[in-house]
């Protein structure tokens, strides 16, 4: 015979499963932009000064990538180029240890700018694989929130991420 403490717990869980778990959570990309919003600009200095700026989140990449836009400009020997500005593609990431998303792989899609000399796109594997791989890989993106029910139940149980119809949809299994 169960008591009633037992009784308590399977029904809980049995709610926690049915009510919490099943539906999907949904992050809208408002919510996404706010957040990143909050930790630009971002400066990079060595011998060449890079600032990055004005970060814009994209869900229209795939079904689980996502992209960012973001104005870079560089300072070198003093002088500032014009601003460019770059889509980087790349995998969602999730962090379970501090509940965060990130930008993996990231993968450069394209530059505009205004009166950028021919060739200038030359160094573009390099600013991503040696700067934005590295800063997108610990810059994050957004992070569940431990005060938000469904999202601290995210932070432990979520299975799968994907991106859909503009959303970040998360799919949770106990």
């Known amino acids: 015979m169960a008591t009633i403490k037992e009784r308590f717990r399977n029904v809980a869980r049995k709610l926690t499963n049915d009510v919490?778990?099943?539906r999907p959570l949904e992050l809208e990309q408002a919510d996404l932009q706010?957040?990143?919003a909050?930790?630009?600009p971002l400066r990079r200095e060595g011998t060449v000064t890079l600032q990055f700026a004005d970060p814009f989140v994209r869900l229209d990449c795939g079904e689980d990538r996502m992209g960012l836009e973001l104005s870079i400009s560089a300072r070198l020997l003093g002088a500032m180029t014009p601003a460019t500005r770059w889509l980087v593609i790349g995998e969602?990431?999730?962090q379970r240890e501090n509940g965060w998303?990130?930008?993996g792989q990231p993968d450069l899609h394209y530059i505009t700018a205004a009166?950028?000399?021919s060739g200038a796109g030359r160094g573009r594997r390099l600013v991503t694989a040696?700067?934005?791989g590295p800063m997108l890989s610990d810059l994050p993106i957004y992070q569940l929130k431990?005060?938000?029910t469904r999202q601290a139940l995210a932070r432990k149980y979520l299975h799968t991420i994907r991106v859909s119809d503009g959303k970040l949809v998360l799919w949770l299994r106990a």
Do not use: S
Request: aromatic share 12%; net charge positive; charged share 25%.
């Open 146 to 148: 431990t005060t938000d």
């Open 20 to 22: 919490l778990l099943r």
């Open 92 to 94: 969602l990431k999730y």
């Open 115 to 117: 009166n950028l000399p």
């Open 34 to 36: 706010r957040a990143l």
């Open 130 to 132: 040696d700067i934005l």
């Open 101 to 103: 998303f990130t930008l």
């Open 38 to 40: 909050t930790r630009f």
